[in-house]
């Protein structure tokens, strides 16, 4: 089984709202990912944890803050958002052996518009 | 610095025809990995193949193929028989060098793949 969830699928918000994005994995990963995806360009990287710690912040406005609760749950935390912000949020995962050759298993995405 | 280049920005195939998707990297690294994704409309990346550096083989996996050409820093994908679900975007990445925990990717820029009737 190499299933990613994330919830919600689709995600309206204004300006000023609170809201928080979900992931879950139940591989037994040990690490997992957050990429923030415009349009018609590739995944950027916005976090990744290892061991349910922060180990990279790709200099990610605070706006954003990634919170992971257990090695199962990732979560987004999103506050006081701009419209350039709007875009499809990827949560991944991965087995973190050391070897390095883990491959990365993505969820299906949170198309987030901010208005 | 790794680099991913896809230098088709678009491609068309007719249906059951094979098709070649370009992917050239660059790393100072010898011990690297490739990927290849795949990404519907719908949004969710699909892992399709990983090659690396090390393989002695080319890695395939049922339609797909991967034509790694080490010297020339190559790492082509080979749709065999290709179907109409098989237009996607498709993105050639690379494991970013080993950091003390998690393993960023890098992508190229994605190639969209059209399949005709």
């Known amino acids: 089984d190499t299933e990613v969830t994330q919830t919600p699928k689709h995600l309206v918000m204004g300006m000023t709202n609170k809201k928080s994005l979900k992931c879950e994995q139940h591989m037994g990963h040990r690490a997992m990912y957050w990429y923030k995806q415009k349009a018609k360009k590739p995944p950027e990287l916005m976090f990744v944890?290892?061991?349910?710690?922060?180990?990279i912040n790709e200099s990610v406005p605070s706006r954003f803050s990634p919170e992971c609760p257990n090695s199962s749950l990732l979560n987004l935390h999103l506050h006081a958002l701009q419209p350039e912000d709007s875009a499809l949020y990827l949560c991944?995962?991965?087995?973190?052996?050391?070897?390095?050759?883990?491959?990365?298993?993505f969820g299906p995405g949170t198309r987030l518009l901010v208005l | 610095a790794q680099k991913i280049t896809q230098t088709q920005p678009g491609m068309f195939v007719q249906e059951k025809e094979a098709v070649t998707l370009d992917c050239t990297y660059d790393t100072s690294d010898p011990s690297y990995g490739l990927f290849w994704y795949k990404q519907p409309s719908s949004g969710e990346m699909i892992f399709l193949i990983y090659?690396?550096?090390?393989?002695?083989q080319n890695a395939t996996e049922g339609r797909y193929s991967l034509n790694f050409q080490k010297a020339r820093k190559s790492a082509n994908l080979v749709i065999s028989a290709s179907q109409l679900g098989d237009s996607a975007m498709y993105f050639c990445?690379?494991?970013?060098?080993?950091?003390?925990?998690?393993?960023?990717?890098?992508f190229g820029k994605g190639t969209s793949l059209l399949v005709t009737p």
């Open positions: 991944a995962s991965s087995q973190e052996s050391g070897r390095g050759q883990e491959t990365q298993y």
């Open positions: 990445a690379m494991r970013d060098l080993p950091s003390n925990s998690g393993y960023a990717l890098n």
């Open positions: 090659q690396g550096s090390y393989d002695q």
């Open positions: 944890y290892s061991y349910e710690k922060l180990s």
